[in-house]
């Protein structure tokens, strides 16, 4: 589960780093309660991959789900369907040739660990991994966050882990995440927009759990 | 040769035992050593091989709800793991460097290695699409790529086979930082696994590694948990309980011995004399067992270390006759015969142990011979000029117990022959039909709760699932050892898709062929081309990719020094055993009890298992032996002394105690196995002497109260044994005691009815 709690951990992050702007420790910590109860979400995303050898960007749309104590769902439609489960018993990817085909992918592997890290909403542990910045942008009604890593593992890996939000319109409250970029070591740039986003606080339905199975 | 000339010889035999004795220390304590070898030399040299690879290992785990505390103790425990000086190497973080060398390495031959879902996929579809799919996949997936990788490896074959590197453990471990890390049960544990630097056997190593796990065990802080696990804990558990239970049983013995010598010869001399004269018999049997086999298992020596109960009737035979016979002269020719008689009997049985094959009864066997001859001839030459006791009153109440064991009711049904055989067909059928074997090897140790309670610990936070069962494979040269490999890898993975083998990481020089032409067909192909293209990719990568396949630059096979190299070792070292007795060798782990074709060269091994139906084997094949070893000894018997009648009785009396100590051992609930059959021998070996020692002697009364004296102390030192947490010693001491009661009550039935009986 703790993989699973990675990209979703980057909504309530980002919701958490909202506050940041008045207050880092506050905000983070009102937006983690907030979150606490959230039991099932799901957006759609947009990623688009800036490589710098590769002439175009690479673009990605689907669906990411996220269930408490069920795990994550990465699901991916265009280019290509693939679904990929992360939960506590391991990484599964379906594709149109396999269902459900184990797999073990170091860079996802150290993705959810440090998502991991920013769901525990602990400010002590971000901090032990990240270096926290956050950026309030008045003038268009946005916030952000910047993540920059502290450890050689991941200083090795990762330039910088972006959050980016919209304030509500009296900006005591935020809206939620709606894009991630990360900017790896080679200066190539992921970008990870959400959209239709929606969060459950209810008990999660047979039906959601049975996308987990 | 004169008496001069002999005791100048033995003795200059007995100083040259303790100058060799001394100098050839020589102890095997490891259990595993214990177990009986397989029929194969090179079988169970690979199964040495590969229980030390596990044997060296420790794990060390701290736990804690907070994961700053588990963290911050758990460094610093590192850090006085490694200046310790204790370990050969601490790995509690990813070695970064060492995947990059690892990297380096196999980077020249990715052309020639390939993933193992790679490969089923190649066997599966004809075309090129299920590749240019999953690299599409990749190539737009969440993670990373850049620009080494794409030029390198644009189809992410090699990323695949590094990928799959993790699946050589069967371990479940995250990653904080660089440390290992997992969290679950609400709990972060920090791991460190541990690489001894002595054998996981060796005392003084296993009590410096235990004092230092507990310090720092003790000096963690509150609120943070320590585990640990490994075989040296384990054994260490082993070793301290049986010196503790050989501490129970020589004290509690020798106290109560040390009351019987002062109670009955009213003289501490004769107990010096006889522990002297038996301890001079083991350093005499421990030489020449060394000189032998080169090693003794500690087993061995503590069975064979039990003569000293067998050998002390010796001792008694002569004080009791010399407190009541004043001649020194008389005394020795007396009871020489008996003496003799009864020693030959002994080893006569303990010798057929040695076509059992088994090493650790050999030891016992040629250890008990040789103990019992020396301490016989100790008795024979130097008891004559030391011993000279005074004269013992026969209203000694143990004079008055000897009349009463000589006229007791069992003795009197034993009298006739007839009615013995009878008993002892039926108690043989008993045995026969009643018994119920244990021979699982598990009893012969017992294990520490608490250290099974970690071990239980750490294998569920770290996911570990160990059969105890695994393939060994073999073969003159590593080409032909992987391709058996791979093909017993195919055959598992029909049962378990999970399973991963070291040909599916280097492949032997037949499937690096088949690769080497798969990719060269698929850089070649449009598929490829259009990847290239539709993805925006450098078009220069399918010339490069291309190039590598051209004659000029062609790559030449793996070269297999590679599993030399420590980055490599270390990820295979619980798989690649390497050169073993002139053949290469390496392990597969099975699970769910998978089946598998095996051959000469492929061993399927559950060791405990294997080792229980291997004890099993030994069982029937002693018990045979026992019953061979009595009816010759009646037929020697009834040659050279006693005539045929006489001998069967002589013979079945110690036989029939030991039968129904067997049977009675069952019935209290005790276990019987290969060990039980010990018992048994040690049984006849003292019975055969009680018996003889009454036949022979014209004095029963005398003989009755040496054997009683004998009896307590052997009852007194076996029974203690039952006391011990190991169910085979446990049972192997209840045997003994009750068995020589029995034959202490039975035994004087051999005496002619209404000769001498009662009348000392």
């Known amino acids: 589960m703790k993989k699973s709690y990675r990209i979703i951990l980057i909504v309530v992050s980002l919701n958490l780093i909202t506050f940041v702007h008045a207050n880092e420790l506050k905000l983070i910590s009102l937006l983690h309660e907030r979150h606490v109860n959230v039991s099932h979400y799901q957006a759609d995303f947009i990623q688009k991959k800036h490589v710098s050898y590769i002439s175009k960007p690479l673009i990605t749309t689907g669906r990411l789900e996220f269930a408490l104590g069920y795990g994550l769902i990465w699901e991916v439609t265009k280019p290509l369907w693939v679904k990929t489960l992360i939960t506590d018993s391991g990484i599964y990817k379906s594709t149109k040739y396999q269902k459900k085909l184990r797999v073990k992918d170091f860079q996802i592997k150290l993705i959810a660990e440090i998502m991991t890290e920013l769901l525990s909403a602990n400010l002590n542990k971000i901090e032990s991994q ?29 330039e910088q882990v972006s959050l980016k939000g919209f304030f ?46 | 040769m004169t008496k001069k000339s002999a005791i100048i010889v033995w003795v200059s035999i007995l100083l040259l035992c303790f100058y060799y004795t001394f100098t050839h220390l020589n102890f095997e304590t490891n259990i595993l050593k214990l177990l009986p070898k397989y029929d194969s030399n090179i079988t169970s040299s690979l199964i040495e091989k590969a229980s030390s690879n596990i044997n060296d290992k420790l794990i060390i785990v701290i736990s804690s709800t907070s994961q700053a505390k588990a963290k911050a103790n758990f460094l610093d425990k590192v850090s006085e793991l490694n200046s310790s000086n204790l370990f050969k190497q601490v790995k509690s973080e990813i070695q970064l460097d060492q995947y990059q060398q690892l990297y380096q390495k196999l980077l020249p031959y990715k052309h020639l290695m390939m993933a193992k879902t790679d490969q089923l996929a190649m066997d599966k579809y004809q075309e090129f699409d299920y590749f240019i799919d999953m690299a599409t996949a990749q190539l737009y ?51 460190a696994f541990v690489q001894l630097q002595q054998s ?11 004092t230092f796990i507990e310090h720092t065990r003790e000096s963690l802080k509150s609120g943070v948990e320590f585990f640990a696990f490994g075989s040296i804990l384990y054994a260490q558990h082993a070793y301290t309980q049986a010196k503790g239970e050989v501490s129970t049983v020589g004290v509690g013995s020798l106290v109560g011995i040390l009351l019987l010598f002062i109670m009955v010869f009213r003289s501490v001399t004769p107990l010096f004399i006889s522990v002297a004269s038996i301890g001079l018999g083991l350093v005499f049997a421990f030489a020449i067992t060394v000189f032998v086999f080169g090693k003794v298992h500690l087993f061995a020596l503590v069975f064979g270390s039990t003569i000293a109960g067998v050998s002390i009737d010796y001792c008694f035979h002569y004080l009791c006759e010399s407190t009541l016979n004043k001649n020194k002269q008389t005394i020795i020719k007396q009871i020489l015969p008996g003496l003799i008689i009864g020693f030959s009997s002994s080893a006569m049985v303990y010798l057929g142990f040695i076509l059992t094959g088994y090493q650790v009864l050999a030891q016992i066997s040629l250890f008990s011979i040789c103990g019992l001859m020396a301490v016989l001839l100790n008795v024979i030459i130097f008891f004559p000029a030391i011993i000279n006791l005074n004269k013992i009153n026969k209203s000694h109440f143990l004079f008055k117990l000897a009349k009463i064991i000589l006229n ?79 093909k017993l890898i195919n055959q598992l993975r029909k049962q378990n898709d999970a399973i991963i083998g070291v040909s599916d990481f280097i492949p032997a020089t037949n499937q690096q062929h088949k690769y080497k032409v798969f990719y060269e067909k698929l850089y070649a192909s449009d598929s490829f081309e259009k990847y290239i293209i539709n993805n925006g990719l450098d078009k220069k990568i399918i010339t490069t990719q291309l190039k590598q396949f051209n004659k000029n630059y062609e790559i030449q096979a793996i070269d297999y020094k590679l599993f030399q190299s420590t980055s490599i070792q270390n990820i295979l070292s619980q798989r690649w055993l390497g050169k073993v007795n002139g053949v290469y060798a390496l392990a597969i782990p099975l699970f769910n009890g998978a089946i598998i074709d095996t051959s000469e060269q492929v061993v399927v091994v559950q060791q405990a298992e294997d080792a229980s139906k291997l004890f099993a084997e030994f069982r ?34 110690p036989f029939f105690a030991g039968l129904s100590s067997l049977l009675l051992t069952q019935l209290f609930g005790f276990h019987i196995s290969l060990f039980s059959i010990l018992a048994l021998l040690l049984i006849l070996g003292m019975g055969l002497d009680y018996v003889v020692f009454l036949t022979e002697s014209h ?8 054997l009683i004296l004998s009896s307590i102390t052997t009852i007194l030192s076996f029974g203690l044994l039952s006391l011990s947490q190991v169910a085979v010693i446990k049972s192997f001491g209840f045997t003994v005691a009750l068995g020589i009661l029995l034959i202490l009550l039975i035994s004087p039935a051999i005496i002619k009815q209404g000769k001498t009986r009662g009348n000392p």
């Open chain 2, 141 to 191: 997936g969440l993670t990373a790529v850049n620009q080494n990788q794409i030029n390198n490896d644009p189809l992410f074959f090699f990323f695949n086979i590094i990928n799959q590197l993790s699946e050589f453990n069967n371990l479940n471990i995250q990653t904080d930082g660089n440390l290992f890390h997992v969290f679950k049960h609400n709990k972060h544990h920090y791991f």
């Open chain 1, 130 to 158: 990240f270096k926290i910045t956050p950026v309030a942008q008045d003038n268009d009604n946005t916030w952000r966050i910047d993540l920059t890593p502290k450890k050689a593992m991941l200083k090795k890996a990762l």
């Open chain 2, 699 to 706: 004095n029963p009364p005398h003989v009755a109260f040496a």
């Open chain 2, 620 to 653: 029937k094949k002693s018990m045979k032996i026992v019953m061979l070893s009595a009816l010759v000894l009646i037929l020697l018997l009834a040659s050279l002394r006693y005539g045929l009648k006489k001998a069967i009785h002589i013979v079945l009396l």
């Open chain 1, 168 to 213: 509500d319109i009296d900006r005591n409250n935020i809206k939620g995440i709606n894009e991630i970029i990360i900017t790896d070591k080679s200066g190539n740039v992921t970008q990870i927009k959400l959209n239709n986003i929606i969060l459950y606080k209810n008990e999660l339905t047979p039906e959601i759990k049975s996308n987990f199975n």
């Open chain 2, 200 to 210: 996981a056997f060796s005392p003084d190593y296993q009590q410096r590694v235990t």
């Open chain 2, 408 to 486: 007791n009711p069992l003795a009197k049904i034993f009298n006739s022959l007839s009615k013995l055989v009878i008993f002892f067909l039926l108690i043989l059928l008993l045995n026969w039909f009643g018994l119920n074997p244990n021979d699982d090897v598990r009893a012969l140790q017992s294990l520490s709760g608490t250290l099974k309670l970690e071990e239980k610990y750490i294998k569920d936070v770290l996911s570990l699932k160990t059969d105890g069962q695994y393939v060994l494979v073999h073969a003159k040269t590593i080409d032909e050892l992987l391709n058996i490999e791979s």
